[in-house]
């Protein structure tokens, strides 16, 4: 067993592991290194995806919860790449990115084409899986709660820091009515104390990412397209990231302007609620 730095992927199938302990077998932690002849701190440590467990570990481990040769095997495929400091998944695996907001004490974004997922309403994600035309027609009502379960980590008393950069551009994109936008233009009202607004005048920078960073984990780099999820944790990666958002900090417009452009755009509408325009501000 060997010790290393842990990655959002180690955390997320140490995790797997552990409820397979308390799914499969009747043994808490301590119980189960009992069974295996280990010290209690490497099933712990193992299960918070803090130290790479050996193949010899994992088969242990595995046949102790009652699993067969060819779970062990599909198992051990997805965990020799969990330690990478950069890795993919496809967009429908999200429980190693739920797992990593909810973990997150801090979380900085940036977004130029669409409002970040956790700031967006039910109607707004459900129509943008629909104008993707990616997302088989009957997966996306999955897609859309499992978006609004993640929004749950707004609402705890220790919810995580968030600053949100979103580009102006998002606040134009053409698809949906007037209501959905009022909709959603209200939604980030409620929260521009967490929301800076990048002026259209801005070019965009670079691509959308988030920064998440935790109390006892190395910080990591986010960011999304219509084919994968990817995950930095290399510290190039972070530096080049927190340099971006040096560079928003400095164009962004401040909580108070960025209400201000929004209360623009709700006007716009309201003016003329057959034409959502792309000129409202």
Same mark, same amino acid.
């Given at each position: 067993?060997?010790?290393?730095?842990?990655?959002?992927?180690?955390?997320?199938?140490?995790?797997?592991?552990?409820?397979?302990?308390?799914?499969?077998?009747?043994?808490?932690?301590?119980?189960?290194?009992?069974?295996?002849?280990?010290?209690?701190?490497?099933?712990?440590?193992?299960?918070?995806?803090?130290?790479?467990?050996?193949?010899?570990?994992?088969?242990?481990?595995?046949?102790?919860?009652?699993?067969?040769?060819?779970?062990?095997?599909?198992?051990?495929?997805?965990?020799?790449?969990?330690?990478?400091?950069?890795? /993919?998944? #496809?967009?429908?695996?999200?429980?190693?990115? *739920?797992?990593? $907001?909810?973990?997150?004490?801090?979380? &900085?974004? @940036?977004?130029?084409?669409?409002?970040?997922?956790?700031?967006?309403?039910?109607?707004?994600?459900?129509?943008?899986?629909?104008?993707?035309?990616?997302?088989?027609?009957?997966?996306?009502?999955?897609?859309?709660?499992?978006?609004?379960?993640?929004?749950?980590?707004?609402?705890?008393?220790?919810?995580?820091?968030?600053?949100?950069?979103?580009?102006?551009?998002?606040?134009?994109?053409?698809?949906?009515?007037?209501?959905?936008?009022?909709?959603?233009?209200?939604?980030?009202?409620?929260?521009?104390?967490?929301?800076?607004?990048?002026? /259209?005048? #801005?070019?965009?920078?670079?691509?959308?990412? *988030?920064?998440? $960073?935790?109390?006892?984990?190395?910080? &990591?780099? @986010?960011?999304?397209?219509?084919?994968?999820?990817?995950?930095?944790?290399?510290?190039?990666?972070?530096?080049?990231?927190?340099?971006?958002?040096?560079?928003?900090?400095?164009?962004?417009?401040?909580?108070?302007?960025?209400?201000?452009?929004?209360?623009?755009?709700?006007?716009?509408?309201?003016?003329?609620?057959?034409?959502?325009?792309?000129?409202?501000?």
């Amino acid at each position: 067993m060997t010790a290393i730095i842990s990655t959002p992927y180690s955390r997320d199938l140490g995790d797997e592991l552990r409820r397979l302990r308390e799914s499969c077998t009747s043994f808490n932690g301590r119980a189960m290194a009992v069974q295996l002849g280990w010290d209690p701190s490497k099933v712990s440590d193992i299960e918070l995806g803090k130290v790479r467990a050996s193949e010899i570990d994992l088969v242990q481990y595995l046949a102790t919860c009652g699993k067969n040769i060819d779970f062990v095997n599909e198992f051990r495929s997805r965990y020799y790449n969990a330690f990478d400091l950069f890795f /993919a998944q #496809v967009p429908d695996k999200l429980r190693t990115l *739920t797992m990593t $907001e909810a973990m997150a004490t801090k979380i &900085v974004s @940036y977004d130029i084409m669409t409002v970040h997922g956790l700031m967006q309403t039910e109607r707004y994600a459900y129509e943008l899986f629909v104008d993707s035309h990616i997302e088989a027609p009957d997966e996306i009502e999955k897609f859309v709660q499992a978006r609004m379960q993640r929004q749950t980590i707004m609402r705890r008393p220790n919810r995580p820091e968030c600053l949100f950069y979103l580009h102006e551009l998002a606040l134009r994109m053409p698809f949906g009515d007037a209501q959905l936008w009022e909709d959603q233009y209200l939604r980030l009202l409620f929260d521009t104390h967490i929301l800076r607004i990048v002026p /259209a005048s #801005v070019s965009t920078l670079r691509s959308a990412c *988030t920064l998440y $960073e935790f109390g006892k984990a190395a910080p &990591v780099v @986010y960011t999304e397209t219509d084919t994968a999820n990817v995950y930095a944790q290399d510290s190039v990666a972070v530096a080049r990231t927190r340099r971006l958002f040096q560079r928003l900090e400095a164009v962004a417009l401040d909580a108070e302007q960025s209400k201000r452009k929004l209360a623009e755009y709700v006007s716009g509408l309201r003016e003329d609620p057959h034409d959502r325009g792309t000129d409202l501000a």
